[in-house]
């Protein structure tokens, strides 16, 4: 089966990259290359530049690419008329010439609409599936585009788990890391594998197959020649070299030429059964030349020469045959049944999609009816008390990480209204240090949690102001800078509850084990106020909707 063949190539030179085209040219089963540099793949640029595009819509180069790429194959014509003489940036000059390039801004005006909403990997899928990005890479690159197309899709996989997604951070994250995928290779399955010889180093397999066995003269780049007993020396060609630097010259070459019969050596011994050695290139190398200068020259003459002295060898028509022992039968089911390759797709992969939308808009638990304040408390009015509200909710939530010297300087930097921020910092310096509260602002509370849940066929979306989470009790506090405070639960204004209990309703569903306890922290009076938990569902249950 296929998983039997291991091709070996000295190098990954333009051989490497074609062995793979020819392979999936013919859909054989191959496991690819050994090593990706996803940088360097053409249809990761392609992706890369619409993502970079999407992130930052005033990117006009990362968006020329974008659109000379085969995602969407404008032309360098079209691409020409559409940005010489613009006087703005290229995504708004073609908005303006959108009737030109219709199918192009329709792709660009859904994928932004969504870039703000989806997971990397989820954008990805809408651009490769929904908008057959990579049919259109595949059909231009041709099938080896496939691998790097899922590398790029496994890294978005693997800077989701490790990070909190986000588009800009992905595209951060791939710059940082110029990532080369190395693939395990050695448990290939029933899938042709390909390497460099260096690689194989410790791996078998039935049939091996060398087609990089041609002429060979890698050249010396190196401008500076080192040797672990003289100084660094500034390379010169040959024939004007001095002895000294001569010397390291040849001494360099014998090394090489020692490591390229260790690379040979590795190489032969890599088939169990059947060896096969041939030269994509030219081999002029006499077969009758001395074997010391053999050892800087092509493998294909090396192997000839050793092939010469075994008898007896078979001259068949595509080359010479030298055979002994018995060859392997075949192993497992003779006929083997094909995978298909033209499965029909299910309609809703090709269906442009969307999330499903909600009969009515989210609303939010504070909009739920009641009165929110006491008779003749002035806390919810005016944009004075708005304002002063805000600020008491921002300094608890940010001064209780910080130093109590260093909250006046923090505070004055989050509330730029003096007079609001020294109000502010006084009630809220009043609330940090009361010793009873101290374990709402504790390290294991949590601070301004997002919430959203169902009710009543509309959808609830919330902040919760401090969350204490136990293994059996979930505690829900609430920050209220009311200027009259209710003496008992009982004159807790319906408003209120009504907040209380959509919280609850909400929590319940994510923690439908353990046990509520809602309050109410009134910062005026550094007082925590608990509240019964059948009184608040009921509460709720009296909401209007609006």
Known sequence: ???????????RSAIFTELIRACKALALPIAGADRLKLAAEMAVKDLSSLLAFLATPEDDLALAEALRSPLFGLSEANLYSLAHGRPNYLWQALRAKQKRFPQAFAMLTDLRNTADFLRPYD??????????GRKRLLTRLGDEAE?????????????????????????????????????QTDSAGDRIRIMTVHGAKGLESEIVILPDCAD????????????EDGP????????????????RALARKEQSRDENLRLLYV?????????????????????DRKPKALTDLCWYRLVELGLSRLNPVEQGPQGRIYRFGSFPDAVGPAD???????????????????APDHPLPTISPSVLGGAKVLPGDDSDEGEVSRARGTAIHLLLEHLPKAAPADWPLLAAALIPDAVICAQALEEVSQVLRAPDLAPIFAAGALAEVAITGDFAGRRLFGSIDRLIVTPTLITLIDFKSNRLVPKDPAQVPEGLLRQMGAYAHL?????????????????????????DPDIVRAALARSTIP
């Open 336 to 354: 083997r049944a094909p995978i298909p390759v033209d499965l029909p797709l299910p309609a809703w992969v090709t269906t442009p999609h969307k």
């Open 123 to 132: 954008l990805l899928e809408r651009i490769l599936i929904t908008h057959d």
């Open 216 to 227: 060979r003269r890698p050249r010396n780049r190196d401008t500076v020649m080192t040797a």
């Open 1 to 11: 089966h296929a998983g039997d063949f291991l091709i070996l190539v000295q190098g």
């Open 147 to 183: 691998e790097g197309i899922d590398a790029f899709l496994q890294q978005a996989i693997d800077y989701e788990s490790a990070d909190v997604p986000s588009l800009t951070g992905f595209l951060i994250w791939l710059q940082d890391d110029e990532l080369e995928i190395k693939r």
């Open 267 to 287: 190489a032969l011994t890599r088939a169990r059964s059947m060896l096969i050695v041939a030269a994509a290139g030219e081999t002029k190398l006499e077969a």
């Open 232 to 247: 660094p020396m500034w390379s010169m060609p040959a024939g004007q070299r001095p002895p000294a630097m001569e010397a």
């Open 507 to 531: 929590l319940a569903q994510i923690y439908p084990c353990h046990a509520l306890h809602p309050a109410i922290l009134w910062t005026k009076t550094a007082q925590l106020m608990s509240l």
